[in-house]
Structures are given as C-alpha cells and as structure tokens.
C-alpha cells in the first residue's frame, strides 16, 4: 500500500509501453516482435533498449527527424511517464547506448517489417488510383545524403563533379521504389551505392506488381530487358521512351498512335521483339514545343484511346511528389541521414519508408471517410499531428485492453 503522497505503480515496464501514438495501427508491437523474432533479435536477457523498442525508435527518429538520439527517446516516453509510476523505471539511454542498439538490431527487422506492411492501399472507391480498372503506379530513383565518414564514403561513393566544381562533401544512397500513384503509398523499395544505377536496383522491385497494374516510368527508365521482366509480372507498361529510339511504324490507328516493336540491343542478343504501341503528342513550353513519346504494352487502342494515355502520364509525377514529402518534408530541408556506417544508414533508409507508408495509410483512411481523394489532405498536417500523437500516447498504450491501439485520423 503507497504511503500518503504517493502513487501507486502501474505494473510492468515503461519500456513494453512505448509505442508511435496514431501509427502503432500500422506498426503493432505483436507484429513487431514477430518481425523481430523471425530475424533472430530477440534477446536472451533484459536490456534498457529491447528490440521492440529500437524498432519504435528508428521509426521514431524518422518521423522527428532533427532531433538528437536522447530527445527522441524522451519524446516517445514523455507521455507515459507523465501520467503512470512504473516497478521498473525507464532512464533515457545515451546517444553512446542507442548507437550500439541500432548495431545490435542491424536493418533487416526493418527491411522485413517493410515487406509485410507496404502494399498499395487504394481501394477501388479511391478517387485518382485508378484508370478504367488498373491502378496506376510508377517507379523511379532518388538519392540521399548520408553523414561523411570513411565507412559511408567506401561503401557510398560519392557523385563525379561537373565542370569546376569539387566532389560533393557528402556520400550518397541510391534509392529506387515503386509508388500507388493515387495514395503515394511507397510498397516497394531497393538500395545500393551511387555506383549502382537506380535501372540495376528496379529489378528487385517487380515481384510487387501483378496484373491489373498500370506501371508508369520516366526515359531514365529504359531497357529492352528491364521492359520484359516488368511485362512478365502481367502488368500493364506505359514509359516515356528517348526520341533517339528507333520505332519502326508497323500499324497505323485513328487514334494517331501506331504498332511499333522494340528490340534487344548488341549483335549478339538474339531475343524475339517485344510488340508496343507508340504514343506521340506534344506540350506547348517556354517559346518552344515538346515532344513526348510514350511506349506501352496496351496495343488496344479501343481498350486505351491514345489522347487519354497522354492525359493519363503526368500522374507519373506523383512518385515525384511522395519523394520530396519524404526528403524535404519529413526529414527537412537538406536532410543529411544520421547514420554513420552502411548498414545504419540502409536502416534508417526503411525508417523514413515505414514512417512514410504509415502517414500516408492514415491519410487515406481518413480521405475514405470523408470521402475525399487523399490529395486534398495535407501530408505537412498529418505529419505534424502524428508527431503531437506520440508525444500524448499515454492513455494509448499498446497493450490496454481497452479502446486497442489507436485507429482515428488526424
């Protein structure tokens, strides 16, 4: 019995309460501990930063990116403490103590745990997903700055300088990812060093589409290979192509489009063409027209009138968009990774993914309510909402029994 003055423990330790407030829908400590068990991390003997909770920290560093290892720890804590007296309290660990956790923990339990929550979250009632049945999602690369030490800088690279100009002072990732254009759900990712190109790392990507998809792709996308492996997973292409490209026309249609094939290149590559139907139109720019040209594997031009194929390309740009939400929103403008070494920072790549994905489920459960497209909800807004969610999770725990983890909408 507490004395008087005193308030009586709640049980337990703080550390099994710590959760991501709003996001521990998508990220539930069972599946966590799940992911965490089937990558062999679960420990043998009681530390201050158990598995779980370096798991909720790397995503808790991305979603409060900017802040130190020890302010994010309290942030993710303050919430419980405030309210609740614990058996085994809960000292914030030191930077010195996360960094060797974050070693301990590596980046597979977050690349696995990507695996299993990142799908497309588009329903067929979701405004702008879709195109006469197929979702539409696109594919393309970015880099990240990551912090200039000699294990980043050997296993990075950094990017070549141009005329006059110095090597750039930071290494870099290279990061390739597949995008539902009507969410900007991230349900596919890769990365590698700068040396490898962002068309080496797309393979890796395609055993997430199937058919029923419509896989958008800029001219840095290119390759006859690359093209048969993303048509063999039964989705449907439409790429814009270099107007160097040879495209013999084999078939006029009233549409104005035209059958054309595309071949391997090398003398040695005796692959049978591939049949695509070509797509040319025009955009008025500054005092100057350009032209487009576009490939794709539907050759039906009652099936995919070419004007609305034309129309239909620019929503490619919105893998462009959920890129700089995550780069320039989410991590802040020139964001610089924290990561020190190759596999922390390949870590903290799938952090700021997951987080990502996780705004971006909640965003969209909340346009389906409200019956909106999830373009007229603010990302900036969501963000900043979640981050205050966390921060007063106290009567939020993951393991009451009462309203659950928690499921409303900023």
């Not at 409060?64 to 804590?77: D, I, K, N, P």
């Not at 979250?121 to 200039?148: C, I, Q, S």
């Not at 924290?338 to 993914?353: H, N, T």
Request: glycine share 10%; aromatic share 8%; charged share 25%.
């Amino acid at each position: 019995m507490p004395r008087p003055g005193q308030v009586k423990s709640s049980g337990g330790r703080l550390s099994d309460r710590i959760a991501l407030g709003v996001l521990t829908r998508v990220f539930p400590p069972e599946l966590v501990d799940e992911v965490v068990a089937g990558c062999g991390r679960t420990e043998q003997r009681s530390r201050l930063l158990p598995a779980r909770v370096v798991v909720y920290f790397v995503l808790a560093m991305c979603l409060f990116s900017g802040q130190g290892y020890e302010e994010v720890a309290r942030l993710l804590t303050q919430g419980l403490e405030r309210v609740r007296r614990w058996d085994k309290p809960w000292r914030v660990p030191t930077t010195a103590a996360i960094g060797r956790a974050r070693r301990r923990l590596g980046p597979e339990p977050l690349k696995v745990l990507f695996d299993r929550v990142c799908r497309p979250v588009a329903t067929p009632e979701t405004t702008g997903a879709w195109y006469r049945g197929w979702r539409l999602v696109a594919v393309d690369g970015t880099v990240f700055d990551v912090p200039d030490t000699d294990a980043n800088g050997v296993f990075f690279g950094r990017p070549g300088s141009g005329r006059g100009q110095q090597r750039s002072a930071y290494p870099q990732v290279r990061v390739a990812a597949l995008v539902e254009c009507g969410t900007h759900a991230v349900f596919a990712a890769a990365t590698g060093p700068l040396s490898v190109h962002e068309q080496q790392l797309i393979p890796g990507l395609l055993d997430r589409l199937e058919p029923g998809m419509l896989l958008m792709a800029d001219r840095g996308i290119t390759g006859f290979g690359l093209w048969q492996a993303a048509s063999a997973t039964g989705a449907d292409l439409l790429w814009h192509v270099r107007k160097n490209i040879v495209l013999p026309v084999l078939e006029s249609f009233d549409d104005g489009s035209y059958l054309s094939e595309i071949v391997a290149s090398g003398d040695r590559d005796r692959r049978a063409p591939a049949r695509v139907r070509v797509i040319e139109y025009r955009l008025e720019g500054r005092g100057e027209d350009i032209v487009y040209r576009l490939i794709t594997t539907m050759c039906d031009p009652g099936q995919a009138p070419a004007a609305e194929l034309a129309a239909l390309y620019h929503q490619r740009w919105e893998i462009e968009n959920t890129l700089d939400e995550i780069k320039t929103h989410q991590g802040g403008r020139q964001l610089v990774l924290r990561s020190q070494y190759p596999d922390g920072v390949e870590q903290e790549v799938y952090g700021f993914l997951l987080v990502h994905h996780a705004l971006r489920d909640v965003m969209h459960h909340a346009a389906s309510e409200a019956g909106l497209d999830p373009d007229r909800i603010s990302f900036t807004r969501t963000l900043n909402a979640a981050r205050r969610h966390v921060t007063g999770q106290a009567a939020l725990s993951p393991l009451t029994t009462d309203p659950g983890t928690p499921s409303h909408s900023p």
